[in-house]
């Protein structure tokens, strides 16, 4: 029992942590979702789906309050997609399954609470990432 006691306020700090952590990863990705808004990036990225990795180039334009996206899938077969103010312009290629048809897709939203039921979200530790500070946060 002697040995237990000391382990108790690391078990009830680390216990107690995890709202602040589940609070920091929710801000991260709010703070996210308000830079999509405002700012224009490109960049790679690589997405798992149902244990399936592809890799995406993104140009990402903000211009007159209206986004503009290009996405170019890297590997397996060709697809491109083009949106403009959230709705799909124009695909090209073959869609996944799943995928919505770009004449009836709807703008895309970010919705913390939705996210938020579907995912746990925690921040997992800090890195650097080109030379900058991140968080890792954790779908």
């Known amino acids: ?16 942590a995890l709202p602040v952590q589940a609070d920091d990863a929710q801000d991260a990705i709010n703070r996210l979702a308000k830079v999509d808004q405002q700012q224009s990036y490109q960049g790679t990225f ?5 244990g399936s990795f592809s890799t995406h180039r993104i140009w990402h334009r903000v ?3 209206t986004i ?3 996405l170019l899938q890297l590997d397996g077969s060709a697809q ?7 709705l799909t312009q124009c695909v090209s290629g073959t869609l996944e ?3 919505t048809s770009p004449a009836v897709a709807a703008p895309r939203a970010f919705d913390l609470k939705r996210l938020s039921a579907w995912y ?4 997992v530790g800090k890195s650097r990432v080109a030379g ?6 954790a779908l």
Do not use: C, F, H, S
């Open 97 to 99: 399954a799943g995928v």
């Open 63 to 65: 211009a007159d309050g």
């Open 68 to 70: 503009q996206e290009r």
């Open 46 to 50: 690589v997405y798992e789906r149902n």
């Open 132 to 137: 900058r500070p991140t968080t890792i946060v």
């Open 80 to 86: 491109e997609a083009v949106r403009l103010g959230g």
């Open 120 to 123: 746990d979200i925690k921040t």
């Open 1 to 16: 029992m002697m040995r237990a006691v000391p382990l108790l306020p690391l078990l009830l700090g680390g216990w107690l």
